[in-house]
């Protein structure tokens, strides 16, 4: 499991091999502090990748962006 922090959102990064030797990855992202059920997000990525390292580093990427949409949305939304 692999986890950074995005301004105020958690995005955690869990891999799985594949019985094939592949590898897939899902993001999670919440809220740092308290999560709550509306706040929670998960995505699993569809494609394989070759090595663990590389799935991380994507889902982290496409985590990271996501968390940083959420909050760009919460801003907007509550100003």
Known sequence: MHRRIVGQYS???RTLRTSMGAWKAAYIVEPALHAGPHDFVMITLL?????????????????????????????????
């Open 11 to 13: 995005v955690e990064v």
């Open 47 to 79: 494609e394989d990748f070759d090595a663990e390292r590389k799935a991380v580093d994507a889902a982290m990427e496409k985590g990271s962006r996501h968390a940083e949409w959420l909050a760009d949305a919460r801003s907007a939304y509550s100003g």
